[in-house]
């Protein structure tokens, strides 16, 4: 089994900037496919962006020139960074990984984007 627990949310303005953390329970080296999804109320869990262990990345079109994804397999942690956050990037941000064909999820973490 794999425990993924998110950290890093918070209240920030529009224009502003975070960083999400997604610390894992056991080597990242194992777990396949990490990436990142967000949720607001009333509607589907959204993909955001995905790295792969061999670094290549991939993002949502609205967030693909203001985050960042990236993997510290040292620290076995995954990492969003968020930049210019926009009202609309308000939800809950979870991190997902694959280990043995089955996927994990975090608890969570509320990023709220307002003035």
């Known amino acids: 089994q794999v425990q993924l627990v998110e950290s890093g949310g918070g209240l920030v303005q529009p224009g502003g900037s975070l960083t999400l953390s997604c610390a894992a329970s056991r080597s990242l080296a194992a777990i396949r496919g990490m990436g990142w999804y967000r949720q607001t109320p009333g509607k589907q869990r959204e993909w955001v962006a995905t790295v792969v262990s061999g670094g290549a990345t991939n993002y949502i079109d609205s967030v693909r020139d203001r985050f960042h994804i990236w993997r510290d397999n040292d620290k076995d942690t995954l990492y969003l960074r968020m930049n210019s956050l926009e009202p609309d990037d308000t939800a809950v941000y979870y991190c997902?990984?694959?280990?043995?064909?089955?996927?994990?999820w975090g608890q969570g973490t509320q990023v709220t984007v307002s003035s």
């Open positions: 997902k990984g694959t280990f043995r064909n089955r996927d994990y």
